[in-house]
């Protein structure tokens, strides 16, 4: 029961914290125009993994397999993954890295998990058989659950994925700006 608790508090503080990341990222990075080059690079293919995820997600009434859901079970977090991965490359500090490993070591597993009770709950018996065969984060080269399914623009529209791309815009300006302050 405790764990349960703990766990709803974690849940619930999960975006706050983020928020207050994002604040010290921009703090603590050192970034340079190389930097966020490659940084950028890498977030896009998280954007990317992201907008093809979401494409495909009908929340909470049909269990998702097609897409990027039959490389892996979890593409969203993969593509925040990438993203989180590609602002620490962009940020240059070690001390982002920490927070990144901190934060996504916390709460990502506590997520993952949270979903994988309710897909069991709201699916019974096709989860059971797509978890026997997808990969739960990493993704795998080859098609696990061959699903028809396609991307669906008003999906991606009605499950807000355009938050994910303004927040990185976002994130990217202001490493932008701060590499131009920085070099003054």
Do not use: C, D
Request: glycine content about 8%; aromatic content about 14%.
């Amino acid at each position: 029961m405790a764990k349960t608790h703990w766990e709803e508090i974690l849940n619930r503080l999960r975006v706050r914290i983020g928020l207050i990341i994002a604040m010290m990222v921009v703090i603590l990075s050192r970034p340079t125009w190389v930097s966020i080059y490659i940084g950028v690079f890498i977030t896009l293919l998280g954007l990317t993994v992201r907008a093809w995820a979401s494409g495909h997600l009908r929340k909470e009434k049909i269990l998702a397999v097609s897409g990027p859901y039959s490389y892996s079970r979890n593409p969203l977090y993969f593509g925040n993954f990438l993203l989180g991965v590609g602002i620490v490359v962009g940020a240059q500090s070690l001390w982002v890295l920490g927070l990144f490993i901190l934060y996504y070591g916390i709460f990502y597993p506590l997520i993952i998990r949270r979903e994988r009770s309710r897909m069991r709950e709201l699916f019974p018996e096709q989860y059971e058989e797509y978890r026997k065969r997808v990969p739960l984060f990493f993704p795998s080269l080859r098609k696990h659950f061959p699903a028809g399914g396609r991307w669906s623009r008003s999906l991606y529209l009605q499950n807000k994925e355009y938050r994910a791309l303004q927040g990185t815009i976002l994130i990217w300006l202001v490493l932008a700006a701060k590499v131009l302050i920085l070099n003054r």
